[in-house]
């Protein structure tokens, strides 16, 4: 952080400088100036190092000045299950602080968007509304398929000759260092059989539960979906770009951490499905719910969306890079033209936003609305889901998938 120091102004009498800099009687003050600069320069250093610093707003932007949101005026009526999100200036980003005390480097730096409207599903993607495009398609998501094990690199071979998916399975015993490479192979497993249809297993089933997120949903699954409402309603629905997606998180509220405002829990009310306990071998659920909740279990926020932090990660349109911020245009950002992750650098993933039922502030914290995920393309996990968006009637940018 800069800082700003006060020099000097007022003349020192010559009598009241030490003998050893004072300007002999031939006018030579070269050595009386850089003495006077020595003590300049560590009276700078130990103001910089000893004045209290002041604290930083959080997203690191101290202009007070909220961004302009349109006006909140849908262009008709709404689609059903969708709100209008109006479009407008945002600061995207922030710094978010996680588990281990660091920064996360790619939500930084904090700059600001501008975003045309659109119509948002007010809900994550349902396993009825999935089930309604498998039936008249056909459809079959990558994990109702048999694994390539370029897309599953963590299957055995045995594994590999049935269809399979990742699911979270806590561990008996608690794990003490969740940093320790490789470490995330104790909480996750290729289950034969894990779908949408079954989220934990061939033995498991949806069967009660039409109004869950649909899970075990491939970046590649969600555009399949969107596409075929495209067609079937004769207008554009298309996954949401990672800008439109954050600007509808915030709900109209300017650089705060969560969706709902400033504190986590307020008033002791949690507003999100996410983690409490010991993770990943405790769940308190002071939440309510262990694993998925329903959709629409928690309060929406500011446009009317529900579960835009937790439940399900969602998939957004965007390839992922983790400096892509510092390039982003500064409207209607789509993203940049290929993915690179540098712990994976073979694999092009896809951004994915929202956090889910697993984040906890002891491992992901990336429930924050300015916090960023990522997955590979054909990846599919029982936490990773999708919603749509719908292009508004009007002209304006519309990315295509």
């Known amino acids: ?142 994990a109702e398929l048999k694994p390539d094990p370029r897309d599953s690199p963590m299957a055995s071979e045995e594994e590999l000759k049935y269809p399979c998916s990742i699911v979270f399975t806590p561990p008996k015993k608690s794990i003490d260092n969740l940093e320790k490479a490789q470490q995330f192979h104790l909480w996750w497993s290729m289950v034969r059989g894990a779908s949408w249809k079954n989220p934990e297993g061939k033995d498991s089933t949806i069967v009660g539960k039409d109004n869950y997120p649909a899970v075990h949903i491939a970046y590649v699954d969600a555009v399949a979906y969107c596409r075929w409402l495209s067609k079937k309603t004769g207008v554009t629905h298309r996954l949401p770009t990672e800008a439109e997606w954050e600007f509808a998180a915030r709900g109209g509220l300017d650089r705060k951490p969560y969706t709902w405002g400033d504190k986590l829990t307020p008033n002791g009310k949690w507003m999100a499905n996410i983690w409490q306990g010991k993770f990943p071998s405790e769940n308190t659920a002071l939440d309510g719910f262990v694993g998925l909740a329903p959709v629409g279990s928690f309060p929406p926020n500011g446009y009317g969306l529900h579960d835009m932090a937790g439940n399900a990660w969602e998939w957004c349109h965007d390839y992922y890079q983790e400096d892509y911020y510092a390039l982003s245009p500064a409207k209607n950002p789509r993203g940049p033209a290929s993915g690179i992750d540098p712990l994976e650098p073979s694999l092009a993933k896809r951004v994915q936003r929202g956090g889910s039922f697993l984040c906890s502030d002891q491992y992901c914290i990336r429930y924050q609305v300015g916090a960023r995920g990522k997955g590979d393309e054909r990846s599919a996990s029982n936490n990773v889901g999708f919603r749509c968006i719908r292009e508004a009637p009007v002209p304006g940018y519309g990315p295509g998938q």
């Open 1 to 142: 952080m800069k800082h700003n120091s006060t020099g000097i102004t007022r003349k020192i009498p010559r009598a009241n400088l030490p003998a050893t800099i004072r300007p002999d009687k031939k006018g030579n003050s070269f050595y009386f100036w850089l003495a006077c600069a020595g003590i300049l320069g560590l009276l700078g250093a130990l103001t910089y190092v000893l004045w209290p610093m002041p604290k930083r707003p959080f997203g690191d932007q101290a202009d007070p000045t909220p961004p302009k949101i349109n006006a909140n005026t849908p262009p008709g009526p709404a689609p059903a299950g969708m709100v209008w999100i109006p479009g407008g200036e945002f600061w995207m980003g922030g710094e978010v602080e996680m588990h281990d005390g660091n920064v996360a480097s790619d939500s930084l730096p904090m700059h600001k968007v501008y975003v045309d409207g659109f119509w948002m599903d007010q809900h994550e993607v349902s396993n009825e509304k999935w089930a309604r495009f498998a039936k008249e398609t056909g459809y079959l998501t990558v």
